[in-house]
Nanobody, 120 residues
Framework: QVQLVESGGGLVQAGGSLRLSCAAS????????MGWYRQAPGKQRGVVAA???????NYADSVKGRFTISRDNANNTLYLQMNSLKPEDTAVYYC??????????????WGKGTLVTVSS
């Protein structure tokens, strides 16, 4: 069983910063792409940023230049540094990982989410 546990959410004023973390645990061969998604009230969940196992990153246009995704492969941990936060960044942020659980089998896993609230 693979578990993803997010931390680092909270309440921050507009213009402030937060750093989210996601720790993966359990038994698996490797973790492929990891990413952060978010879901605001009344909206669909969408990708914020993703990073492959070799460090290639992609960002949603709305967060480019403000958010930075990174990962620590040795400790199976994913990060999201969020700067210049805006009220529209308010959402539940979810960690996602594509996990190679056994040879040739890759499965997606999700964390339970962490709430980020940005006040104006």
């Amino acid at each position: 069983q693979v578990q993803l546990v997010e931390s680092g959410g909270g309440l921050v004023q507009a213009g402030g910063s937060l750093r989210l973390s996601c720790a993966a645990s359990g038994r698996f061969f490797s973790i492929k792409t990891m990413g952060w998604y978010r879901q605001a009230p009344g909206k669909q969940r969408g990708v914020v940023a993703a990073v492959t196992s070799d460090g290639t990153t992609n960002y949603a246009d709305s967060v480019k230049g403000r958010f930075t995704i990174s990962r620590d492969n040795a400790n199976n941990t994913l990060y999201l540094q969020m700067n210049s936060l805006k009220p529209e960044d308010t959402a539940v942020y979810y960690c996602n990982a594509e996990v190679q659980v056994i040879l040739k089998v890759v499965m997606p896993y999700w964390g339970k989410g962490t709430l980020v609230t940005v006040s104006s």
